[in-house]
Structure formats: structure tokens, C-alpha cells
């Protein structure tokens, strides 16, 4: 069964007011245990809105969220433990620091559970580990560190309550190129060695064609797309045409095939894209 | 939930009302509102109350939310109109139970509370929702420029009210943010008692005072480096200037004005139709 499921999805900003405007309209996911889904799609095209959605932080206009088969807006109870289960972080999330200390920022989510103070060291110590995070750190205020930093802190806030579905809204945005690999791994890493789920909104096709299993192309609110990698990237005319592109490194490949060579375009990867060129060029007597 | 507040919300459109000066709508909601107040009979009331409806036509806002700028006063009309009914003894008795005497005069001063309450609510919504925040400071300070003779800095504040209503909604946002993120990280925001509640507010209120507090200082140094230096010899993009529709606008009001004034004089207040209403049965009993 599927972990998580939206059945006729649909929300509407400022219903009622001239500024009425349907954020996402009628979608229809199954997203099951273990995958990595990348979520991508022009700037407004509802990414965010569906993602807050999936730990019931807003309400469907109409239809339903199902965590592992329950609508998760059947009780109040049920969708406090769901946000337990379902891990979301913001866009931006460090401007959500609040606490003296590192460590107690952390410990916020895991105290919210009720566990105990051995527990919750546990669980903030691990998720610290996770993220790359000094020990030497964990006492220093959240408002000292440098956006990178912080940017950690928050997620490490969220990976702290050991959600079964980890769900992350932009994590690379504003980073710098190192941080943005260090995060981007550490989350492949975080899926791996815990067997969650991991839902990722990127604006990097980059990142998305690395790690993710599955893409779901969203465009003005609709499902565009929502199958694996290489078919998605495989619709390029499609993907320019709603403001979105493939990796640069599959772009040079379709260029190259255009120019009339005879190579794959199912390329993603620097390290597919050595080998696809050095049997291209072993084919033409340039390598031997 | 927090976003439903449509205080001081601008709905921009391009209806008449729109397009009237705002120094001249400003002025004419003030003449309004104290003409209102001036009305003591049946006929004034219903001239003013005409005047208003009109204005909310041409306006075109829907009445959807002309409603929904009503109903946080609902309660105090609510109140106010029982009030009256229960306590005031003037006029006829149309209903007694034990001590409660219900009369003409309790329900004619309940229904005049009642509409000058709602007249001067959406007279004053209607003057928000279809002028701008930016246009509406501006016009503030332009009314109150004289005020530099005593040495008050109207610039100065009509520039902090521009920065602080723009920052509302702004403000609004952030909190609705935070409080969804805190809420992610299972933050209880919605139950038990006022002080667990207090407490709970503590994550949503520290990154919000942080956040405001670094984004006052980047504005700050923004408006610097554009060379902003206070209100001395500032000149305007856009001046503003009174047309034919203004000059209509304020003919209308002060015939409304005039209304009142004449009627007030001619006809009797509603006190007094108690009486005559009280004849009248008398004379049919
Ligand atoms: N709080 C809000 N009130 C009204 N409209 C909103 C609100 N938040 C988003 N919208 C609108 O809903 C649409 C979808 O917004 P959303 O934030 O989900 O987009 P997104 O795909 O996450 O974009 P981005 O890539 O810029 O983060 C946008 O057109 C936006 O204008
Ligand atoms: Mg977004």
C-alpha cells in the first residue's frame, strides 16, 4: 500500500475574495514507502502548496490526503501523529530558529513527542551526527551561526523526530555549491540508512536526476508528469515549454545528437556522460 | 485562519470610486461620518443610507466582503441594540414582561445605533478597500502638511504609517509561516489552557521579533543607499490633482448634508413619533 496517496487534491488561496486563486487542481499521487520523489515545477506552480498538504498543515478545498490508507484530516489526534510521521521542512527554514541553544532547537520536535530526555539526547545527537553538525556546536546559540549552518540546524530539527517520510521544500536554495552537494547527499544518506521516504522539492534538475527514484513535474497546479527519472527527462521539448529544463549535462547530449553524433540522451550524471564520451570517441579511432 | 482579517486590505480595481482623489475621499469619509451622527429622523437617515449604497455600487467591491467587514462589529450592535431596547422607556409600551417593558423609543434609538454603527463601518472599510495604503498616507500627509508650522514632522510620520501598513500583510505572512513550521515540528498551538497556550507562542514570536527586527535594519540601509534623507524638498512622481468627479463627490455629500440639516429642522425626531404614534392609537382604541 501506498505510504502516502492524494485523491482529487485541490486548494484554493483567499476563497471568496477577489484574490481567489487555485494554487493545485485535482491531483492524483500514490507515492509508496521507500522512494525518493523529486518534486519539480516553475516558480508558483504549487509545489510548496501540495507539500504542506501531505502533513496536513492546510486543509483541502476538496478532496483527500491518505497516510498509509487514513485520511489524515479525519481527527485532530490522527493528524498531530501524522506530522510526527510525515517530516516537513520549510522552504527558508532557518527563520524558524528560536531556541538559546543549538542542542535545545533540535530537541523541540522529539520533546513535542513526549519522549525522554535520554531519548530525545539520542535523537538529537544522531540527527546532528546526520547532517554534519560539530558537537562543539550544539551549545552555541542558533542566531550565531553562519545561514549554511543554520540552514542544518533546521533541517537536523526535523530529521530529529525520525520521520518515516521525510519531506523537504527547496533544501539547497541560497547555498553555496559545497553545501549544496553536503545536503543533497546527506539526505540520500538519511533515506538509505533509515529506509524512509524522502520527498524533495528542487529547482536543480541536477540534483533531482542524481538521487530521486521518481519526479513529479507540477505545472500551473497540475501533475505534468509523475514517473521515473529518464522518462520524464526524456520529454524535453515538453519540459523547456512549462519554464523547466534537463540536467545542462543531458542538454549537451541532445545538442550533440542534434549535430548529428551518434550518442545516448539518457545521460544525467558527469559520470555517465565521461563514459558515454569516451566510447564515442573510441568508436571514431580518437581513443584507443 | 490569521488570514482571514481584511482590516486595511486594498482590493485594487478601476470603479469611479477608485479613481477619486484620495485626499478628497479621505475629507469626504470624515464628512460622512459626522454627518451620521447628525441624522435624528427618518428621512436623513434614509439619505445618508441611499448615499452609501450608491457608493458601494459604484465602487464594485462585492457585497461578499463589505459583509465580512461587518461582522466584527456584529457583536458590539448586537449588544448595543439590546441594550437600548431593554433600558430605554421612552415612547409607548408595545410589550411588557414582569419588569421589561419593551417601546417605540427602545426600538427606534436600537435601529438608528444599529445602522449608524454599520454606515460608519463600511464607509470607513469602503475608503481602505479602494484606496491604496501608499495613496492614503500620502494623502495624509499632504491634508496635515500645515501641521509644519507647529513643528510637527508630518513626513516623518506619514512615512512610518506607509512602512507600517505595508508591513501587515507582510507580517501576517510570517507569522502564518512560523506558526505552520513550528506546527510541523509538532508545536500545539490550538489546545489547553491560556498559559500553556502563552507558552506555546514562544517559538512563533522569537523568530518573528528576530526576523523583523534584521528586516527594519535592512529597509533602513535600502532607503539609505537610494539617498533617502527625510521629507526636505522631496519632490513627487505623481502630483495630485482634484477633477470634475471630485468636485461632483463633494457637491453630492454636502447636499446630503443639506438634507439633514433642513430635515432636522422640519421634521420631528423619533422620539417624537412615539407620540404621535401614541395619539394615533388612542385615537383608533
Ligand atoms: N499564502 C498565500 N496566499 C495566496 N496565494 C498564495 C499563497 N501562497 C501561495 N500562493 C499562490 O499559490 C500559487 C502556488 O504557490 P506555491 O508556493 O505552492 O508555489 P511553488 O511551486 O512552491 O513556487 P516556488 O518555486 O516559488 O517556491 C502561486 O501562484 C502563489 O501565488
Ligand atoms: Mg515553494
Sequence with gaps: ?288 | MIKDITIGQFFPGNSIIHRLDPRMKLVLTFIYIIAIFLCKNFLAMGTMLLFLILTVLLSKISLKLIAKSIKPVFIIVLITSVLQIVYNNKGITLLELGRLHITTGGIFTAVFTTVRIVALVVASSLLTYTTSPTLLTDAIERLFSPLKIVKINVHSIAMMMTIALRFIPTLIDEVDKIMSAQKSRGADLESGNIIQRGKALVPVFVPLFINSFSRAYELAFAMECRCYKGGEGRTRLKEMKLAARDYIALFAILACCGVIILSNRLITAPEQYSNILDSFLRFVL
Design chain 1, 1 to 288: 500500500m501506498a505510504i502516502i496517496q492524494t485523491e482529487n487534491l485541490s486548494y484554493v488561496y483567499s476563497e471568496g475574495t477577489p484574490f481567489r486563486k487555485t494554487a493545485i487542481d485535482n491531483i492524483n499521487i500514490s507515492i509508496e514507502e521507500g522512494e525518493f520523489v523529486g518534486i519539480i515545477g516553475h516558480t508558483g506552480s504549487g509545489k510548496s502548496t501540495l507539500v504542506q498538504h501531505l502533513n496536513g498543515l492546510l486543509k483541502p478545498t476538496s478532496g483527500r490526503v491518505l497516510f498509509n490508507g487514513q485520511d489524515i484530516n479525519s481527527s485532530k489526534e490522527f493528524t498531530r501523529t501524522v506530522r510526527f510521521s510525515v517530516g516537513l521542512c520549510f522552504q527558508y527554514p532557518e527563520y524558524q530558529l528560536f531556541e538559546s541553544t543549538v542542542y535545545r532547537d533540535i530537541a523541540f520536535g522529539p520533546k513535542n513527542m513526549g519522549l525522554s530526555e535520554k531519548e530525545i539526547e539520542e535523537h538529537v545527537l544522531k540527527a546532528a551526527d546526520f547532517v554534519g553538525l560539530k558537537k562543539e556546536m550544539l551549545n552555541k546559540s542558533p542566531f550565531d551561526l553562519s545561514g549554511g549552518e543554520k540552514r542544518r540546524v533546521a533541517i537536523a530539527g526535523v530529521i530529529a523526530m525520525e520521520p518515516k517520510v521525510l519531506i523537504l521544500d527547496e533544501p539547497t536554495a541560497g547555498l553555496d555549491p559545497q553545501g549544496r552537494d553536503t545536503i543533497s547527499d546527506m539526505i540520500d544518506n538519511y533515506r538509505i540508512s533509515t529506509g524512509s521516504t524522502v520527498i524533495v522539492v528542487s529547482h536543480s534538475m541536477e540534483d533531482v536526476a542524481k538521487n530521486a527514484s521518481k519526479v513529479l513535474v507540477m505545472n500551473r497546479g497540475k501533475v505534468e508528469f509523475f514517473t521515473g527519472v529518464k522518462e520524464v527527462f526524456s520529454n524535453y521539448e515538453r519540459l523547456v515549454e512549462i519554464g523547466l529544463n534537463v540536467p545542462q549535462i543531458t542538454g549537451i547530449f541532445i545538442d550533440l545528437k542534434s549535430r548529428g553524433y551518434d550518442v545516448r540522451t539518457d545521460i544525467y550524471t558527469v559520470a555517465e556522460a565521461k563514459k558515454e564520451l569516451v566510447r564515442l570517441f573510441r568508436e571514431r579511432g580518437a581513443l584507443k
